[in-house]
């Protein structure tokens, strides 16, 4: 599976941004895929995952109520919906994907992991 993550870029607080993540090699409903971000001298965290079914979704506390992560299946794209952003979500995201049935919340989880995109949100 190749990933291919894309929409970053540099924002103010409160601003909305989208980020992309085009899957090749497999179809985005035969795996399950998350986005997981890291900030500036930080560990990588999870962000949220969606199911291979699309019927599930987890998030991350911090941006639970303001992320929201989908697909679109003749697209074979992920994306993630990121509004009223703020400072303390400038990070790499990286998208990822694993084969694995059950949802992961930890980086561990996924085989298959894009280059990343970076956001920069001002304050």
């Known amino acids: 599976v190749q990933l291919q993550a894309s929409g970053g870029g540099l924002v103010q607080a409160g601003d909305s941004l989208r980020l992309s993540c085009a899957a090749s090699g497999r179809t985005v409903s035969s795996i399950n895929m998350g986005w997981f971000r890291q900030p500036p001298g930080k560990e990588r965290e999870f962000v949220a995952a969606i199911s291979r079914s699309g019927d599930r979704t987890v998030y991350g506390d911090s941006v639970k109520g303001r992320f929201t992560i989908s697909r679109d299946d003749a697209k074979n794209t992920l994306y993630l919906q990121m509004n009223k952003l703020q400072p303390e979500d400038t990070a790499i995201y990286s998208c990822?994907?694993?084969?694995?049935?059950?949802?992961?919340?930890?980086?561990?989880?996924?085989?298959?992991w894009g280059q990343g995109t970076l956001v920069t949100v001002s304050s």
């Open positions: 990822a994907a694993t084969p694995v049935v059950w949802l992961s919340k930890v980086d561990a989880g996924y085989q298959y």
